[in-house]
């Protein structure tokens, strides 16, 4: 072993061979920092598996454990109600509900879903493997179709109407208040979400270029007014691809980020907006329990700190699919599912933290080892150069 050292010792200390030894220890050094920092750049606690499910999901709700959902599943223009729940076989998986109507909407929380079809249809629902529950509100007149609801099962938030006229109402048991429309009639409404002091509404500018499709982002404050109809406030209206998902939030400075095609806001209590990221194309977001965001949009998977300038680009473990949709936090996971939602992606975000600190303070100590043994070669020629040893 000595012999070997002494050898290797004299080939570093040849004039001719130091030149090339030191190009390539330098190459070694850097092959090595580049190799290192693009494997910690691929997310770690990402799991794949495939759902049974053949279409688009539209619609998601998961139940605080993570386990069991509620989802409107698209397939050819038709949409349906399905539930991931424990099936007989004793595993977890997705079956088709018959609410014996034709379902447009889902909303609540928790245990407690609600859901609504055309014709003023109601149901509610506290297990995904249970039975649905039909309510029969008592609409003023003839039901109207149902566009989006929110709330838990003895009150909540109705969007109600037509393509060309909506009213938001809230209900209280069985009792439904007056409806409330937005004084612009150009302005639609298509989304509502209960939150601290009230709801958030999204909608869209229906005054735009037909041919350009929905456009504007719409952003309304709805609060409750007993057995009247609601008050609704404007707190922005923008120009852009309009807003497509309301994510409430809970023991935080804010109550809602609210997410379009351009662009991601977040609302404070005092009904206040901030921007909070600039991202063309998003099409899909949930927030974890740090409050990190997490979005997909044209480019692929993005995480974003409320507060920081930039979003980090994520990449995924190779053979994971970044066309992704239907973004939520589920339990301590973020879900997303494939476009034709027949694979579900869940993304441990503490896997995230835990790895990549573990993956940087291992590449930080062998970089630092290399440098020592460089050091520890070149002092070692330097002083048998100088007979110092």
């Given at each position: 072993?000595?012999?070997?050292?002494?050898?290797?010792?004299?080939?570093?200390?040849?004039?001719?061979?130091?030149?090339?030894?030191?190009?390539?220890?330098?190459?070694?050094?850097?092959l090595?920092?580049?190799?290192w920092m693009?494997?910690?750049?691929?997310?770690?606690?990402?799991?794949?598996?495939?759902?049974?499910?053949?279409?688009?999901?539209?619609?998601?709700?998961?139940?605080?454990?993570?386990?069991?959902?509620?989802?409107?599943?698209?397939?050819?223009?038709?949409?349906?109600?399905?539930?991931?729940?424990?099936?007989?076989?004793?595993?977890?998986?997705w079956q088709?509900?018959?609410?014996?109507?034709?379902?447009?909407?889902?909303?609540?929380?928790?245990?407690?879903?609600?859901?609504?079809?055309?014709?003023?249809?109601?149901?509610?629902?506290?297990?995904?493997?249970?039975?649905?529950?039909?309510?029969?509100?008592?609409?003023?007149g003839e039901?109207p179709?149902i566009?989006?609801?929110?709330?838990?099962?003895?009150?909540?938030?109705?969007i109600a109407?037509?393509?060309?006229?909506?009213h938001?109402?809230?209900?209280?048991?069985?009792?439904?208040?007056?409806?409330?429309t937005?004084p612009?009639?150009?302005?639609?409404?298509?989304?509502?979400?209960?939150?601290?002091?009230?709801?958030?509404?999204?909608?869209?500018d229906?005054?735009s270029?037909?041919?350009?499709?929905m456009?504007?982002?719409?952003?309304?404050?709805?609060?409750?007014?007993?057995?009247?109809?609601p008050?609704?406030?404007?707190?922005?209206?923008?120009?852009?691809?309009?807003?497509h998902?309301i994510?409430?939030?809970?023991?935080?400075?804010?109550?809602?980020?609210?997410?379009?095609?351009?662009?991601?806001?977040?609302?404070?209590?005092?009904?206040?907006?901030?921007?909070?990221?600039?991202?063309?194309?998003?099409?899909?977001?949930?927030?974890?329990s740090?409050?990190?965001?997490?979005?997909v949009?044209?480019?692929?998977?993005?995480?974003?700190?409320?507060?920081?300038?930039?979003?980090?680009?994520?990449?995924?473990?190779?053979?994971?699919?970044?066309?992704?949709?239907?973004?939520?936090?589920?339990?301590d996971n973020?879900?997303?599912?494939?476009?034709?939602?027949?694979?579900?992606?869940?993304?441990?975000?503490?896997?995230?933290h835990?790895?990549?600190r573990?993956?940087?303070?291992?590449?930080d100590l062998?970089?630092?080892?290399?440098?020592?043994?460089?050091a520890?070669?070149?002092?070692?020629?330097l002083l048998r150069?100088?007979?110092?040893i």
């Open positions: 072993m000595a012999n070997t050292f002494e050898r290797l010792f004299a080939f570093i200390e040849s004039p001719q061979e130091r030149p090339w030894v030191a190009m390539g220890a330098l190459a070694i050094f850097f090595i920092g580049a190799s693009n494997q910690a750049q691929v997310l770690p606690g990402v799991s794949v598996s495939e759902t049974g499910l053949n279409g688009s999901i539209t619609d998601i709700i998961w139940d605080d454990d993570g386990m069991e959902a509620l989802a409107l599943v698209e397939t050819n223009g038709q949409t349906d109600l399905f539930a991931r729940t424990l099936l007989d076989s004793g595993d977890w998986g088709a509900l018959d609410c014996g109507c034709n379902v447009t909407s889902i909303g609540g929380g928790g245990d407690e879903w609600v859901i609504g079809g055309q014709s003023g249809w109601m149901g509610v629902l506290t297990s995904a493997g249970g039975e649905i529950s039909p309510r029969s509100l008592n609409w003023a039901g179709d566009i989006a609801l929110d709330g838990g099962i003895s009150s909540g938030w109705i109407g037509d393509s060309s006229v909506q938001v109402h809230t209900w209280n048991g069985l009792e439904v208040s007056e409806g409330a937005y612009i009639s150009e302005i639609a409404l298509n989304d509502v979400v209960e939150v601290a002091g009230g709801a958030l509404i999204i909608g869209y229906r005054s270029n037909p041919t350009l499709g456009s504007s982002e719409v952003l309304i404050d709805a609060a409750r007014n007993s057995s009247s109809a008050h609704l406030t404007l707190l922005h209206r923008g120009a852009g691809s309009p807003f998902t994510v409430p939030m809970d023991d935080s400075s804010f109550i809602a980020i609210i997410a379009g095609g351009d662009a991601i806001y977040a609302v404070t209590m005092d009904r206040n907006i901030h921007r909070v990221v600039d991202s063309i194309g998003i099409k899909s977001i949930a927030i974890d740090d409050e990190v965001i997490w979005f949009n044209q480019n692929g998977l993005y995480t974003h700190n409320i507060g920081d300038e930039n979003s980090a680009e994520i990449v995924l473990p190779n053979g994971v699919n970044d066309d992704l949709l239907g973004a939520s936090f589920s339990g973020v879900v997303m599912f494939s476009s034709d939602a027949s694979n579900r992606v869940t993304i441990d975000p503490s896997a995230q835990s790895v990549l573990s993956l940087s303070l291992l590449g062998i970089l630092v080892m290399t440098f020592i043994g460089f520890g070669f070149g002092g070692h020629a150069k100088h007979e110092l």
